[in-house]
């Protein structure tokens, strides 16, 4: 039987998901009428709240990220188009993904596209996130999502990351650091962080059963299928997501520093109150190692 503290908490989710909802059509609205591009988000929904994760990326920003992931941190806020042909999934009888066109918007660092003949061997690469903060290390798994950690991979070996900043805290309820917007001012200020992306989008991978709770690092996409691009998402505290989020590794080294980063704050909270951390967290290089 419901509590009548259980009935509180209900009507403060309500609450916070209406305020969210009318914020994001101002957002919208906004954008709408801006003569400046046109902005892309995600709005990713958490336990029935909208957070404000932006898990952008290019078309997105825990971040529907995150993909924040405008996922913004809260999740991410719908993005305005899609792919003209939503990308296709791994095909295990040829071993080759399909990465498309990103033209939902969005500021792009284009490196080129990924190869699209991968191996699934070895099951598990080694990831690490060289950060002013110190080494954020990642097991990723090769296995279930081939497609994603091939991009990664591209991406490090383009030196796509080099120098960006993770541009978005999350909260209490959305317990996450967003990051791989290359193009990110992360100074609390910026109205475009979270938008910029490869140029690319792939389909999301490794869902069937996947939860994003302490230790995950899953990517950032819009709320549309197949949006997923360079942004992600390390989770630091379990959050209630849906199993949209391609859930790419574990954390194996690095948590501490999320955890200090979080202590910190955000230098601006927004209404859900994320934001830009006050710990800058600034992506030196990365690199990925494992052979098949």
């Known amino acids: 039987m419901a509590t009548g ?15 969210m909802s009318r914020r994001i059509e101002r957002e919208q609205k906004t954008k709408r009428t801006a003569i400046i591009g046109s902005t892309v988000g995600v709005v990713v929904v958490v336990g029935g709240i909208v957070a404000a994760v932006a898990l952008l990326n290019g078309g997105d920003t825990p971040t529907d990220a995150a993909a924040s992931p405008q996922p913004s941190a809260s999740t991410p806020e719908s993005a305005s188009a899609t792919p003209a042909a939503a990308p296709k999934g791994f095909d295990a009888k040829t071993s080759t993904c399909d ?18 003949k991968v191996s699934v061997k070895p099951a598990t690469k080694t990831l690490t996130f ?9 097991e990723l798994n090769n296995a279930k999502a081939p497609c994603t950690v091939n991009s990664l991979e591209f991406l490090a070996k383009k030196k796509y990351y080099d ?3 993770c541009h978005r805290l999350g909260s209490d309820q959305f317990p996450m650091l967003q990051c791989g917007d290359p193009t990110a001012k992360a100074d609390g200020k910026s109205q475009t962080d979270g938008q910029g992306g490869p140029g690319y989008v792939m389909a999301e991978e490794n869902l069937q059963g996947a939860t994003y709770k302490r230790g995950v690092m899953a990517m950032a996409k819009t ?8 942004q992600f998402f390390l989770v630091y ?10 859930p790419v590794g574990t954390i ?27 710990e800058t967290v600034e992506i030196k290089h990365v690199t990925i190692s494992g052979k098949s």
């Not at 503290?5 to 305020?19: G, N, T």
């Not at 959050?239 to 391609?246: E, M, N, S, V």
């Open 99 to 116: 990465y498309a066109a990103d033209t939902a918007g969005g500021t792009i660092k284009d490196v080129g596209k990924p190869p699209t």
């Open 130 to 138: 060289a950060t002013s903060q110190g080494d954020i290390v990642v």
């Open 223 to 230: 709320s549309a299928p197949g949006s997923t691009g360079s």
């Open 252 to 278: 194996t080294k690095g948590l501490d520093i999320l955890d200090k980063v979080n202590k910190a704050g955000v230098i601006t909270p927004g209404p859900d109150g994320t934001g830009a951390p006050k």
């Open 5 to 19: 503290k259980d009935r509180q908490k209900q009507l403060a989710r309500e609450h916070y998901e209406r305020q």
């Open 237 to 246: 505290g379990d959050t209630g997501l849906p199993a949209q989020y391609t």
């Open 163 to 165: 120098g960006s900043k």
